[in-house]
Nanobody
């Protein structure tokens, strides 16, 4: 079955960096657009970043633009989220997601079929 496994979360201080990884199995990774979302306590799950199948096209939420970078390694079946200059407002559970719909990348939750279990990122001030 399809599995997306996130890792790399943790507790850091404001201004620090983290790199999240999402390892995929059970699907044709190179045929999947990938995305990262996050959910803070009491809030809706929100879009963070997305990347096309080949990695040439990306999209970011305004709140993370210039600080976060999404990338992928199709040979390793892994997508990454490099997070720099972290802020307390970035504290959330981060989820990766996969979509095999036609299209370059997707920014809405409903466009994704497969989800990971999430990894906690906590940024202290």
């Amino acid at each position: 079955q399809v599995q997306l496994v996130e890792s790399g979360g943790g507790l850091v201080q404001a201004g620090d960096s983290l790199r999240l990884s999402c390892a995929a199995s059970g699907l044709t990774f190179s045929n999947s657009a990938m995305g990262w979302f996050r959910q803070a306590p009491g809030k809706e799950r929100e879009f963070v970043a997305a990347i096309s199948r080949g990695g040439s096209s990306t999209s970011y939420a305004d709140s993370v633009k210039g600080r976060f970078t999404i990338s992928r390694d199709n040979a390793e079946k892994t997508t990454y989220l490099q997070m720099n200059s972290l802020k307390p407002g970035d504290t959330a559970v981060y989820y990766c997601a996969a979509s095999q719909r036609a299209g370059a990348y997707f920014v809405t939750k409903n466009s994704y079929t497969y989800w990971g279990q999430g990894t906690q990122v906590t940024v202290s001030s």
